[in-house]
């Protein structure tokens, strides 16, 4: 069992983990909880035992430089806390590989950790691949199993059914220990979804902005975002078959999108935007 060893008390912690793998087109899931590392220096506190959750094969161990020194890096599943004065609320990130097996384990171990640390909300990050244009905003829907959660959040169920990854069974197991159980999900165009997406990253980072109430610096995330769609587009410029599909793609999309373009959906974007920059309400000007 993961222990919390000199570790404060918490301020009203949430978790926020993604994972490696299946879950993670575009690595667009794993860059924003690397973002957030790095953006309010979280520091480790824990990790799980790679001996058992990991096939060494599939996630070989590396040899790393250290002081000069050479040793072994075991890849695993690792646990950061940040504290974050602009949230006014701790932060713990479960950075990691989508497990080769025990995943049961492996979620039951996560979960007792984030009881025995006072965590309330766990929010899953996840991004697949779809069929949408990189030239639209990046699609990213928050879903939960809790009826509480879908009123106070304002969300919509999940409808899916079908394989799940490690995101799915960590959210359904943080439901199942009662703790607020939210996953949001970056569509990403599937012909460009083998390369790193900045662009979901930061939809995926703006989900959580708008999710936990508070501003989160995108940091060079909109200008990387901007530069992998410039990228693309000097692609599909040299393929006319490419050119027209991302073309069709667009049409569909925007035919789908027009009635979230109601006045009482772009009244409550607003007023989102008013609590997260700190503003007491009004109109726009």
Same mark, same amino acid.
């Given at each position: ?17 993604? #994972?490696?793998? &299946? ?45 000069? $020194? ?7 599943? $690792? @646990?950061?806390?940040? *504290? ?16 080769? #097996? ?5 979620? @039951? ?7 025995? %640390?006072?965590? !309330? ?30 009123? $106070? ?9 079908? =394989? ?20 949001? &999900? ?14 979901? *990253? ?12 508070? =501003? ?8 990387? %975002?901007?530069? &992998? ?8 410029? !040299? ?5 027209? +599909? ?26 989102? +935007? ?9 109109? =726009?000007?």
């Amino acid at each position: 069992m993961i222990e919390l060893e000199d570790v404060p008390e918490l301020r009203d912690p949430v978790l926020i983990a993604a #994972f490696e793998g &299946w879950n993670d087109a575009g690595e667009a899931a794993t860059a924003a909880v690397d973002h957030l590392i790095d953006l309010w220096d979280a520091e480790p506190i824990a990790a799980l035992d790679p001996e058992d959750y990991y096939d060494f094969q599939v996630n070989r161990p590396r040899v790393v430089l250290d002081e000069g $020194r050479r040793r072994i890096s075991w890849r695993t599943t $690792r @646990i950061l806390l940040a *504290t974050t004065p602009g949230i006014g609320r701790d932060v713990i990130l479960v950075q990691g590989i989508e497990p080769s #097996f025990r995943w049961r384990a492996f979620t @039951i171990e996560l979960m007792e950790f984030a009881q025995q %640390a006072g965590v !309330t909300t766990v929010f899953t990050l996840g991004a697949l691949m779809a069929d949408v244009a990189h030239t639209r905003p990046i699609p990213v829907t928050a879903t939960s199993d809790s009826e509480d959660v879908l009123h $106070r959040y304002d969300l919509e169920p999940s409808r899916y059914e079908g =394989p799940t990854g490690i995101v799915g069974v960590l959210a359904d197991a943080a439901t199942q220990a009662g703790l607020q159980s939210i996953s949001c &999900w970056a569509a990403v165009p599937h012909y460009a979804g083998h390369s790193p997406s900045p662009k979901a *990253t930061l939809g995926l980072v703006s989900k959580l902005e708008e999710l936990i109430d508070a =501003p989160i610096p995108h940091g060079d995330l909109p200008e990387a %975002a901007k530069a &992998w769609e410039r990228g693309i587009n000097e692609l599909a410029e !040299t393929d006319d078959e490419v050119a027209e +599909y991302v073309q069709s793609l667009e049409e569909a999309q925007d035919t789908a999108e027009l009635p979230e373009a109601s006045g009482d959906a772009i009244a409550r974007e607003f007023e989102r +935007y008013l609590r997260r920059r700190g503003h007491d309400g009004g109109g =726009p000007g």
